[in-house]
């Protein structure tokens, strides 16, 4: 399907969702595609892993992390998160969650599908402060928990982000930090003289 139909599809889903909820205190928007679609392309909705563990690492008691996932799914989620599963999220207990201006919510779920329909939701109804985490859990557990050793020829940035990664995964797993690495460069390979 193309992003068009996907995100008129979401767009009439929201509509009937929203006709089903009781009264909240924000006043929903009806956002056209066009605008939905700009929302997207600007990404300012997303929150990176790498942000999102500098900002647990500091305690940022802002955050607020909502795994959308299922209820049996959840015991491999991230630390500090609640479980609000996509068929709970209109329920009495939870909506208010999202409908605040206290804390930052960061919704995930095993990748963005889930979370995205979720926040694409939430900005039709007018909520505010909610975003999406980056590529959701698989990202997260690919690049924080189980970070790639940079090829040989990669950049000294690489090898710092590699060092970083490797010294959050640390944290949040206690496991054996991975090895430390020191960035060479290589010297380029001289021509023959003529």
Not at 101 to 114: A, F, L, P
Not at 143 to 159: G, R, W
């Amino acid at each position: 399907m193309k992003s068009r139909e996907i995100i008129s599809i979401i767009i009439l889903a929201l509509g009937i969702t929203a006709a089903m909820l009781p009264n909240r205190k924000n006043d929903a928007i009806q956002l056209t595609e066009k605008e939905l679609l700009h929302e997207f392309l600007q990404e300012t909705n997303y929150i990176s892993v790498d942000e999102l563990a500098h900002l647990l690492i500091m305690g940022d008691p802002s955050i607020q992390l909502i795994d959308v996932r299922p209820a049996s799914e959840f015991k491999d989620g991230l630390p500090r998160a609640i479980n609000i599963p996509i068929d709970s999220i209109f329920s009495e207990n939870y909506a208010y969650l999202f409908d605040q201006s206290v804390m930052k919510n960061v919704i995930y779920g095993e990748d963005d599908q889930t979370a995205t329909q979720i926040w694409v939701m939430m900005k039709q109804l007018g909520y505010a402060n909610n975003y999406l985490l980056k590529g959701g859990l698989k990202v997260w557990n690919r690049d924080i928990l189980n970070p790639k050793y940079p090829e040989v020829t990669a950049s000294k940035n690489a090898f710092d982000l590699y060092e970083m990664r490797s010294a959050t995964r640390h944290f949040f797993t206690g496991a054996k930090a991975l090895p430390k690495i020191e960035f060479k460069p290589i010297a380029p390979i001289g021509g023959r003289k003529k």
